[in-house]
């Protein structure tokens, strides 16, 4: 007996499956399997559904259906992509793309910082107090491009506070984003204007809210962040985080972003 059923026996079991033409773009972007010992059989469609299945669902994984490959096989792929920088790759590569294919140039020169503080569950390391949203758990940092697409991602303790934890997100993009120049932040970045000046080259362009203003109010290219968290959100995996490693969340964002982004491409017919 097959321990799951093929593409072809039953299509498109679950809304977060791989269409053909998904599989087309993402198959060739993914890892070939090593030389030498034993063939691969494990079809990595089925996998990467597994993958998606769980961060669009927020289930455990235990709890995957059967009809993916074991539980056990789909976390293996999963935790081998996120050591040896697949995850990353595949995340930056759909991005560069989907930028080229909406008309941009694929290295932005504007962006967008911000953190979200959110709950954590089970034996996650590195949590925190963040007193001032009065959450114990981690915070999500991101740099986004005017798209809303993902530049750069760190997961940390809620107990850092933003300017601080903003220099871990500007480090990882320093030197690698050669047309960046300016980026806009709300005003708790203001103590790291002068350093991200000298040591990254870049403009921090601080918006705040008008002094006058009562109740909420969307503000000029900070909404553009915001969306983006909710994106995120629409994957139950990230309502909290579950992750024992910010390593792991951080690899989760990016996959539920890749996942956008392919779809994105596919809806638009778009092609490179």
Same mark, same amino acid.
């Given at each position: ?34 030389? @030498? ?51 990353? *790759? ?12 909406? @008309? ?23 949590? @925190? ?42 480090? *990882? ?23 991200? *000046? ?75």
């Amino acid at each position: 007996m097959k321990p799951y059923l093929t593409k072809a026996e039953i299509p498109q079991r679950y809304p977060t499956d791989l269409t053909d033409e998904q599989w087309e773009r993402l198959e060739p972007c993914l890892p070939a399997a090593k030389p @030498g010992g034993r063939p691969r059989t494990i079809d990595l469609r089925q996998v990467f559904n597994g993958i998606l299945y769980l961060e669009r669902a927020g289930c455990a994984w235990r709890m995957l259906p059967h009809d993916f490959p074991a539980w056990q096989t789909v976390y293996t792929y999963f935790r081998n992509w996120k050591r040896t920088g697949v995850w990353t *790759q595949l995340h930056d590569t759909f991005q560069r793309a989907l930028r080229l294919l909406s @008309g941009r140039n694929e290295e932005p020169s504007a962006a967008i910082l911000d953190s979200q503080s959110v709950k954590t569950a089970g034996k996650a390391e590195d949590k @925190g107090y963040d007193a001032g949203k009065k959450v114990v758990g981690r915070k999500r940092h991101i740099l986004v491009d005017t798209l809303g697409l993902i530049i750069a991602v760190v997961v940390h303790s809620a107990a850092i506070q933003d300017y601080d934890g903003a220099q871990s997100v500007l480090e *990882q993009v320093r030197g690698k984003r050669p047309r960046l120049k300016l980026i806009w932040a709300d005003s708790i970045y203001r103590h790291v204007v002068e350093w991200t *000046q000298q040591r990254c080259g870049w403009v921090l362009e601080i918006v705040s809210r008008a002094a006058e203003t009562v109740g909420f109010k969307v503000l000029p290219r900070r909404w553009v962040v915001e969306r983006t968290f909710g994106w995120i959100g629409r994957y139950r995996r990230h309502s909290k985080d579950y992750e024992t490693l910010t390593e792991s969340s951080e690899a989760h964002i990016r996959i539920a972003m890749t996942h956008l982004m392919l779809r994105r491409i596919t809806r638009n017919r778009l092609t490179w």
